[in-house]
């Protein structure tokens, strides 16, 4: 899989995997390297993905300016891969906190997006997990033996007991509640190097989330975009929800939600015949 170098001065990199119509792929975290999506379930069979490394994630470069990480902002690094790629339009794929730079470019770019297909967003401008929904989902799970642990890892958590190394070390407890099940293969898709090592990098990406005196002109802004757009949640997925992904869905006038019942926050591993099945379907349709 070949590496090209960076294609503009904020030195966002990117990688080419398979053959086809090309794919733009956005990872979530935020701030995770992009090589966590592999090829997609297999989507890499069917079509040319182009895996973008996020500013300040993976091989891309850290800006001196760390208001640029925003996802707003980095909505602009989207367009400039695509006069890089000399794509007239394309189609366009994002993951989790990865959604809302996709979302935003939706809005700020009309038309440049043939269809998008917007995988366990978090949100519409910015985080809106139901807390009750991700409670309930997680007390679900009561009956499975790494459940103690997990509760116990999230209650410290929410509670500002740690922080640190302490605190990576928690989200490493509470992976369980993100996947519909936890066996061995799904411990070895935990990969530390895969996640940021930057204390700040998520607080700059939020940055750009809407605030409540303005959020209902940002909705009313995404929902101005005309894109056809496939949503895909994860039943099970404890790390959001399925509550962000239904209001995506209802937000976007071309929206089609897909609740994938036996799948976490990353439906590609545990679902990866219909999730294949879904995106292609609907990318392929005219």
């Known amino acids: 899989m070949p590496t090209f170098p960076s294609y503009d001065s904020s030195r966002i990199w990117y990688e080419l995997a398979g053959d086809g119509e090309p794919l733009v792929v956005l990872p ?142 928690l989200q490493q407890r509470i992976l369980p509640f993100f996947w519909h099940t936890w066996t061995e293969q799904r411990r070895a898709e935990y990969r530390p190097e895969h996640a940021t090592a930057l204390p700040w990098l998520r607080e700059a990406f939020y940055a750009g989330s809407a605030e409540p005196a303005t959020l209902a002109h940002r909705i009313a802004r995404l929902g101005a975009a005309a894109t056809p757009v496939l949503v895909l949640a994860g039943a099970a997925d404890g790390m959001i929800g399925t509550s962000p992904a239904r209001a995506v869905a209802a937000c976007q006038p071309g929206g089609r939600l897909e609740v994938m019942a036996r799948s976490g926050h990353r439906p590609w591993v545990e679902e990866p015949e219909r999730f294949v099945d879904l995106v292609d379907g609907f990318l392929s349709a005219d």
Not at 73 to 97: C, N, T, V
């Open 28 to 169: 979530g975290g935020p701030g995770m390297d992009v090589r966590y999506l592999g090829d997609l379930g297999g989507l890499g069979r069917r079509r040319r993905l182009v895996l973008v490394d996020a500013r300040a994630a993976g091989r891309s470069a850290v800006p001196e300016d760390r208001a640029t990480v925003s996802f707003v902002e980095q909505a602009r690094d989207l367009e400039a891969l695509r006069r890089h790629l000399g794509l007239e339009r394309f189609d366009l794929l994002a993951h989790s906190a990865g959604c809302l730079t996709a979302q935003e470019y939706l809005a700020a770019r009309p038309g440049r997006v043939r269809r998008a297909v917007l995988v366990a967003p978090v949100g519409r401008a910015g985080r809106e997990p139901d807390l009750a929904e991700l409670a309930a989902l997680r007390a679900a799970r009561s009956g499975e033996p790494w459940y103690r642990d997990a509760a116990e890892a999230d209650r410290l958590l929410t509670g500002g007991g740690a922080g640190g190394t302490g605190s990576a070390a």
